[in-house]
C-alpha cells in the first residue's frame, strides 16, 4: 500500500476529481472552508493486485471512493473456498456505512487480483467527532453527508426493489419514512443519522440474502481520466 498525501498534489486536479462526488461538491460549494477540512484530512491509496483494503470486524474511521481498478469484496475472510459478493468499480464509493456503526467494517474488502492499477481517494472520518459535536466540522457540512447517505441508501435499496419487488424487506425498507421536518437544524441531523442507521440495516439484510445489487451504479458523473496524472 502506498499512501500519497493530497498535500502534495495538484490542487485544480483534486477539485475537478472531488466535483463529481455530490458529498464533496456540494461541501466546496456550500462552505469551502469545510472543503478544506476535509482535505487535510484526505489522502490517495494505491494498492497492489492482491492487496487488502480492509477486513471484517476492523474498526477505522476512512471512507473511500475508488479511482482506478477494482476491489473485491468478501462477506469474511478470504481464502481459496470464499468468493466475492460485489466488486467496487470506479466512481463508487465504499466504507460509508461502516461510519453508521462506530467505524466496525461489516465486510472485508480486496484489491482484485485482475486489476493492474488500484488507486482510492480516502478521507478520514475522524474528524467528524461525536454527532452532536460542532466544532471543526460544521452542522451544515455534517447535515450535507448525512443526506447523502440517506439518499445513497434508498437508491440501493430500490434497486433491490426493482429486482426483488415481492420481498418481504421491501415492506420492511418502505416503513422507514423520511424526515418531514425543520430544515438544518440539529433535529434533522440526529433524524437523518437515525434514518441512515435503520436503512443501513436493512441493506445488510439485502446484501446477506442476495449478494450486491446488479446495477449497483454510483449516480455522478465520475470521469477516470482526471485521476491519469496524481
Do not use: C
Not at 499512501?3 to 498534489?9: A, E, M, W
Not at 420481498?167 to 433524524?191: C, D, T
Not at 443501513?200 to 458523473?221: C, I, M, R, S, T
Amino acid at each position: 500500500m502506498q499512501i500519497k498525501p493530497i498535500s502534495g498534489l495538484p490542487r485544480d486536479k483534486i477539485d475537478k476529481l472531488l466535483a463529481s462526488i455530490p458529498f464533496y461538491r456540494d461541501v466546496s460549494k456550500s462552505e469551502p472552508w469545510q472543503y478544506d477540512i476535509l482535505l487535510r484530512h484526505s489522502r490517495i491509496v494505491d494498492l497492489d493486485p492482491g492487496g487488502v483494503v480492509m477486513k471484517k470486524g476492523d474498526v477505522d474511521t476512512w471512507m473511500y471512493f475508488v479511482l482506478k481498478g477494482k476491489l473485491a469484496v468478501y462477506a469474511d475472510e478470504v481464502n481459496e473456498n470464499t468468493h466475492p459478493v460485489n466488486y467496487i468499480t470506479p466512481g463508487e464509493l465504499f466504507g460509508d456505512l461502516a461510519i453508521l456503526a462506530e467505524g466496525k467494517r461489516n465486510a472485508t474488502v480486496v484489491a482484485d487480483p485482475a486489476s493492474k492499477e488500484i488507486s482510492l481517494f480516502g478521507t478520514d472520518f475522524s474528524v467528524f467527532g461525536k454527532l452532536e459535536e460542532i466544532g471543526g466540522i460544521s452542522l451544515n457540512t455534517k447535515l450535507i453527508f448525512y443526506r447523502s447517505m440517506v439518499h445513497g441508501v434508498r437508491w440501493k435499496l430500490e434497486v433491490y426493489k426493482m429486482q426483488h419487488p415481492n420481498h418481504p424487506l421491501v415492506a420492511k425498507g418502505r416503513a422507514i419514512k423520511m424526515y418531514m421536518g425543520p430544515k438544518g437544524s440539529r433535529e434533522e441531523l440526529l433524524a437523518l443519522h437515525d434514518q441512515a442507521v435503520a436503512l443501513a440495516e436493512v441493506l445488510k439484510e439485502w446484501n446477506l440474502e442476495f449478494g450486491a445489487p446488479a446495477d449497483n451504479k454510483p449516480d455522478n458523473d465520475f470521469n477516470e481520466s482526471l485521476v491519469q496524472d496524481l
